[in-house]
């Protein structure tokens, strides 16, 4: 890309926005800038000079280090008045203009524009395009106009011409044909601003665009399912800890091994190390013991032929020896001399080469795995003495409802405890997460409104439970909705149908909201089957449910067309394969069956009933994580 310096470069920003609904087109946040940046930042390096054409919010575009022009002619006049103004102020025989909302303009705009306008002596050159079996389209706003043109514009416009292709007619204008029709590409609604920016979160509507069949009102459980996976996102912010603290947290990044695990070749077994040339393959091998290799302490014994050393596990195999018999396959017939029988072990055996476990500089652990005990001493085994790990989630929780109480309250007529906080607090325990106990809120807007606020403005994910169900007080979707990105399903599932969820906003914070159903079980089953994975993935993690297969004692009934979640004990049978029963009643609002069950029975929507033997899904309430 050449830089010209008889060119200098003009933004055009100034427009209303009246397209992008009274919104600065050129200030709307794009690929982690803005839009007008993208348009600086790729011309910029081809003129010799930029500024910027705009007559709103100009202390913003001052910031981005131009001089920042407003038109001379005043009331929003259109691009011509942004071009006249260029032309009055610029200091070089050349202005080149690309709109603002133009983040994909070609590299070699000027030098093309500038080769064309030389080539035919002309007094302005624009961009053009053609796309396949289309006319050829004209793109007046990338023009690069000889700057003593001004009073020829000036005119133009005093007579109250507008028209960005109108005011050259009787000069000679060069049109310059682009291959990439893309590069012209300018971007004039919210919507195909957002389409083309993959660093913005997706909004609910552009997830669920892609479910073929989406109602809102009978969502499958797995369409749910998929709607949130691929709407949240991960927090991304790393943490280094301690080996020991990163127990049950999720890895940031690959961990390379800095070495050879082991890093030398040595004895799997305690025996005699022997060169495996030495073994006779018909009759005894007798071999002279010339030495002791113990785990730890290299021996510089170099066993010849006919020789064996003794040596423990772990211990380094001695030079020229390739194979270990261990102590107990070997006679000693006198002091010094072991003999083993033909074909007690082959040529090889017993022998652990260096970097088996693992080589130096592959990946000992992956970004996204979840810390287990052995992760922690293969880390150890590596010499490493911390982790990085992703931060914990900040996860807010609140119980909805005027009749309950908390421990501690007296228990009025109607009215009950509050279960869910203490079941949600566990599951969230158990995931990891750092909690933030909100309590109780009542059945009053203003309070709700100020509860979803604080916790959004203080945490990555908010859950909350009751209130969303039909017939809960209708300003629970009203406030959600009106507080951000959030949908309300019916989900073809029981327990648990109703789920809101989406993401909230509140002073410039925004939080991920899982609203759940208020009944004990359906909390859980929601928690376990939405929020569980979402939390995971926003920690980084992969973790799908590890479901298992297990056979029905018993038969259950089950209608095909919605998911069915059943409170079962999981046990082995009489051959020793896991098997599984419904515990007693079912009803959503019985916790105490919940509490007995080991796990939950899986009976997925296609799913009709189940006779007894018949195998079923399981999802283990142990081991959850
Ligand atoms: P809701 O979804 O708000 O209509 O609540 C459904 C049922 O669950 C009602 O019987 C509530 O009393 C009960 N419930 C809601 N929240 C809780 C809670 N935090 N603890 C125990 N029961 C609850
Ligand atoms: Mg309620």
């Not at 001089?67 to 610029?90: K, N």
């Not at 050259?168 to 029709?181: H, I, P």
């Not at 082991?262 to 013991?289: E, I």
């Amino acid at each position: 890309m050449n830089k010209n310096d008889s060119i200098s470069g003009l933004i055009l920003a100034g427009g209303r926005g009246s397209r992008m609904g009274h919104v600065d087109k050129g200030l709307q946040p794009f690929r982690g800038s803005s839009m007008a940046a993208h348009v600086l930042a790729r011309l910029a390096p081809q003129v010799a000079s930029m500024a910027i054409n705009a007559n709103q919010n100009l202390d913003t575009y001052a910031a981005f280090g131009v001089p920042v022009w407003q038109d001379d002619l005043g009331g929003f006049a259109g691009p011509l008045a942004g071009l006249e103004t260029g032309l009055r102020r610029c200091a070089t025989p050349y202005l080149l203009t690309a709109p603002c909302d133009s983040p994909f303009l070609p590299p070699d705009l000027a030098e093309r524009l500038f080769s064309a306008l030389q080539e035919q002596d002309a007094d302005l050159a624009f961009a053009a395009t053609q796309e396949p079996g289309m006319r050829v389209q004209a793109h007046p706003v990338f023009c690069l106009v000889k700057t003593a043109l001004l009073p020829i514009l000036s005119s133009y416009l005093a007579g109250g011409g507008r028209r960005m292709d109108g005011w050259y007619k009787d000069l000679k204008a060069v049109e310059v044909l682009f291959e990439d029709a893309d590069a012209f590409r300018n971007i004039n609604t919210l919507d195909e601003l957002h389409s083309l920016d993959p660093t913005r979160p997706p909004r609910l509507a552009d997830v669920t665009s892609c479910l073929s069949a989406y109602d809102p009102e009978a969502l499958p459980v797995r369409d749910a399912q998929r709607v949130i996976r691929e709407f949240v996102q991960p927090v991304g912010a790393v943490e280094q800890v301690a080996l020991r603290a990163a127990l049950g947290r999720v890895l940031a990044r690959d961990i390379v091994s800095p070495i050879n695990v082991p890093a030398h070749d040595n004895s799997a077994m305690d025996g005699y190390a022997l060169r495996g040339g030495d073994l006779v393959a018909d009759g005894d091998t007798r071999l002279n013991v010339v030495g002791t290799v113990f785990a730890g302490r290299p021996s510089e014994v170099a066993p010849g032929p006919g020789e064996c050393v003794r040596i423990m596990t772990g211990g380094v195999m001695p030079a020229g020896c390739d194979s270990v018999v261990p102590q107990e396959f070997v006679a000693q017939e006198s002091p010094g001399e072991i003999v083993l029988g033909a074909g007690t072990i082959r040529a090889g055996d017993n022998r652990r080469f260096a970097g088996e476990d693992l080589k130096a500089g592959s990946a000992a652990l992956k970004a996204g795995k979840i810390i287990r005990p052995a992760d922690l001493g293969l880390v150890a085994s590596l010499g490493i003495a911390e982790l990085p790990v992703v931060r914990r989630l900040r996860v807010a929780f609140f119980s909805t409802g005027d009749e309950l109480r908390s421990i501690g309250q007296a228990l009025d007529t109607g009215s009950v405890y509050d279960s869910n906080r203490y079941t949600i607090y566990g599951m969230l325990q158990r995931l990891g997460c750092e909690i933030v106990d909100m309590g109780i809120v009542r059945d009053d807007p203003a309070a709700l409104e100020a509860a979803l606020r604080t916790a959004c403005e203080n945490a990555d994910a908010i859950i909350t439970s009751g209130g969303v169900s039909v017939g809960a007080a209708d300003y629970t979707r009203q406030i959600m909705a009106r507080l951000g990105d959030v949908t309300f399903w019916k989900i073809g599932m029981r327990p648990g149908r109703p789920l809101a969820f989406g993401r909230i906003n509140s002073n410039g914070r925004s939080a991920f909201l899982f609203g759940l159903p208020g009944n004990p079980v359906a909390v859980m089953v929601s928690f376990y089957f939405f929020a569980r994975e979402a939390l995971l993935r926003m920690m980084g993690a992969d973790a799908p449910l590890p479901l298992l297969r297990a056979r029905s004692e018993g038969a259950i009934r089950k209608k095909p067309g919605r998911t069915e979640y059943q409170r079962g004990i999981l046990s082995h049978g009489a051959d020793g394969m896991p098997q599984v029963r419904i515990t007693g009643a079912q009803g959503s609002g019985i916790l105490r069956s919940m509490s007995e069950a080991n796990c939950m029975v899986v009976l997925h929507d296609g799913q009709g009933n189940v006779a007894a033997g018949d195998m079923v899904d399981i999802l283990p309430f142990e081991g959850l994580v």
